[in-house]
């Protein structure tokens, strides 16, 4: 088992402005500065950061004390990474001299053995790699890593590398198999993955072989956490070793467990190691915990961990929408995981999962002007209920109310959702040999080089508001090549055209891709419609809280019912089994959205005046309502806000 298809350099995929385009350039040209700003405690009224001052008293800048979370770090280098992603694709002399400053710092913060990490140099110097199960130390040099390596590939220059390279060796050296190193791993998993990232640019096999030493060793007794807890006083957790994905040995596992973000870096990393080793039985362990994820404890908008207590995993089937977590950055990691999925199991199954959690549970995290986030993700919001219960309020789901946040001390999800936007054109395509994959339908143009020639692909669509994708080939001369399309599971009426003539898409499918081999002419011309009816969907009925009411979707996007359309109580919306939709494009709402009308129905007020209970009837009034993209919620005004909603 390895990897059956690679991703293309960002530097090869030119994204234009179409919707997912736009979206990338509000994050590169508002967000990136914004979050400068937000690193650097510049932004009124929100919580401070402390992240860059950090490492300017550690490099001498300033005097104070160290201020924020142990893994405060980590938003510096996510922002980083983001920057790196940017710059391979877009110059931007301002931002670079920003990100070229944070590197000195950084190096300047680096001890003579090469270690890095703010807290411990100014709070606990003697105790490091003391507190893995809590402390974030392997979790902030992951994030370090893979920031290293992305600005390594968008600019050329080594010095960030070689930081990250030295801080490698210092780990390597302390953890692993012989009798001298330390038998320990990652509370938080990050650094697996984020070693193949560095072997991959090294080509030094020692960093493989220490992220194939963290994965193995996790979960097996004696229990390290528990080991290393003994020694120590005090304890800021007392979640189990399956928090931690540390309740078995990798290879035993069959379920998601624990904490959703951690959870799925580690499958990420997993997927890395068995593609990178060929080992069948390392996958089959992501295949089967894949497939408990994607049947049993994943939200329709593709966000993960359902309950804010450990931000975690629960059970099967337990996906509640009030209170729902759904943090962002799990869903960006749902991502990570399934590109990895794709790239060594070619099917439209983790291109789905992709295509969902980035339309709308990962979109739905960031503002349409970039600089407000959420860091959780409900179906549903009923805002005084989450202001004035006080068990609504605990366990971090004051994070959010009915608008996003400028900032937080605890911030991971703004500066990831920016490297995911900057990596974005790593997810469009996929090549082998002489067969090109098509995963996602965006306004974009990208090369190839297919037996030794180059093969120019232009995708010009509207995507996901219109149904037609036209792809243009371009090369000097005739090649054969097969072309990958994906049609959507979502889709239950695909067309595909070449040069105006029709193609029989079921003769030609496997694993839920159109493939289309012939030999490719200059100018070829490929059309594809993917009808986009408004659908209703239903939950599985072993998910309590959605018996008996649909969702609507169309295309890719999820809908929601907001109180700025229909007043409040949105929940006493019905929606009619014969209700008939009716779509229209609005450039100027939510910055161009698709809009779904239709008719329900609604109590009358008047008969509930003064009554709390009363026999029941039917006497409901006929309204009009107005389904609005779930990303986009909470861009017009505060208020409650719905998903799934009653059907009759």
């Given at each position: 088992m390895q990897r059956k298809l690679k991703t293309l350099p960002l530097s090869k995929v030119k994204i234009k402005e179409s919707f997912l385009g736009s979206r990338a350039k509000v994050v590169r040209e508002n967000t990136i500065p914004y979050q400068w700003e937000a690193l650097n405690d510049l932004v009124q009224d929100a919580e401070p950061s402390y992240a860059v001052r950090n490492f300017r008293i550690v490099a001498g800048e300033v005097e104070g004390e160290y201020g924020?979370?142990?893994?405060?770090?980590?938003?510096?280098?996510?922002?980083?990474?983001?920057?790196?992603?940017?710059?391979?694709?877009?110059?931007?002399?301002?931002?670079?001299?920003?990100?070229?400053?944070?590197?000195?710092?950084?190096?300047?913060?680096?001890?003579?053995?090469g270690y890095i990490n703010t807290y411990y140099t100014l709070v606990e110097p003697e105790n490091r790699w003391t507190n893995l199960r809590e402390n974030h130390e392997l979790y902030c040099?992951?994030?370090?890593?893979?920031?290293?390596?992305?600005?390594?590939k968008g600019t050329g220059k080594r010095k960030f590398l070689d930081i990250a390279c030295r801080f490698a060796d210092y780990i390597h050296s302390v953890f692993g198999y012989e009798p001298d190193k330390k038998r320990g791993y990652p509370g938080h998993e990050e650094i697996e993955l984020a070693l193949v990232k560095l072997y991959d640019v090294t080509k030094n096999k020692k960093y493989l072989d220490l992220s194939s030493y963290f994965i193995e060793e996790r979960g097996k007794n004696p229990h390290y956490f528990d080991l290393e807890a003994k020694k120590r006083t005090h304890s800021?957790?007392?979640?189990?070793?399956?928090?931690?994905?540390?309740?078995?040995?990798?290879?035993?596992?069959?379920?998601?467990?624990?904490?959703a973000v951690r959870a799925v870096y580690l499958y990420s990393g997993i997927t890395d190691i068995a593609a990178e080793t060929g080992d069948e039985e390392l996958f089959a362990v992501c295949k089967r915990i894949w497939k408990n994820v994607l049947e049993r404890r994943m939200y329709i908008h593709g966000g993960i961990g359902s309950i804010a207590?450990?931000?975690?995993?629960?059970?099967?089937?337990?996906?509640?929408?009030d209170i729902a977590y759904a943090e962002t950055c799990a869903a960006i990691g749902l991502v990570f995981w399934a590109s990895r999925m794709l790239q060594c199991e070619p099917d439209r199954e983790y291109s789905d999962v992709i295509e969902r959690a980035l339309y709308n549970g990962i979109l739905s995290g960031i503002s349409l002007d970039g600089t407000k986030y959420f860091y959780v993700n409900p179906l549903e919001i009923w805002p005084e209920r989450r202001e004035k219960r006080n068990d609504r309020n605990r366990d971090r789901q004051a994070r959010l109310q009915a608008r996003r946040q400028g900032w937080w001390g605890t911030a991971c999800c703004p500066p990831n959702i920016a490297r995911l936007m900057g990596s974005l054109g790593q997810y469009i395509y996929s090549y082998k040999d002489n067969e090109v994959y098509v995963h996602l339908y965006l306004d974009n143009e990208t090369e190839f080089e297919i037996n030794g020639q180059n093969v120019v692909i232009s995708q010009k669509t509207n995507y996901p508001w219109d149904e037609n994708i036209r792809l243009v080939v371009q090369m000097e001369s005739e090649l054969e090549f097969t072309l990958a399309l994906r049609i959507p599971g979502w889709c239950r009426d695909a067309k595909l055209m070449v040069n105006g003539k029709s193609v029989d898409i079921n003769d030609k499918m496997t694993r839920g891709y159109a493939l289309v081999k012939r030999l490719w002419k200059q100018g070829d011309d490929v059309t594809l419609r993917l009808a986009m009816p408004v659908e209703r969907i239903q939950a599985n009925p072993e998910v309590r809280d959605n018996v008996g009411k649909v969702a609507l979707q169309r295309g890719p996007v999820l809908y929601c019912l907001e109180e700025v359309d229909h007043g409040k109580n949105v929940f006493d919306i019905t929606l009619p089994r014969n209700a008939e939709f009716s779509i229209k494009y609005d450039p100027d709402l939510l910055g161009g959205v698709s809009v779904i009308s239709t008719t329900a129905y609604r109590s009358e007020e008047n008969e509930w005046k003064n009554t709390l209970y009363k026999i029941a009837n039917n006497n409901r009034k006929i309204i009009d309502i107005q389904a609005v993209p779930y990303f986009a919620w909470a861009n017009r005004a505060p208020g409650e806000m719905v998903v799934w909603i009653k059907e009759c």
């Open positions: 924020g979370r142990v893994f405060q770090d980590s938003d510096v280098y996510k922002w980083l990474e983001a920057v790196g992603f940017y710059l391979e694709v877009h110059e931007d002399p301002e931002i670079e001299e920003k990100a070229d400053y944070l590197i000195d710092l950084i190096e300047k913060a680096q001890e003579p053995d040099a992951g994030h370090m890593i893979e920031a290293a390596v992305a600005y390594y800021n957790r007392n979640f189990d070793n399956s928090y931690y994905q540390a309740h078995l040995p990798v290879r035993e596992q069959e379920t998601a467990e624990g904490h207590y450990g931000e975690a995993f629960t059970f099967d089937y337990d996906l509640p929408n």
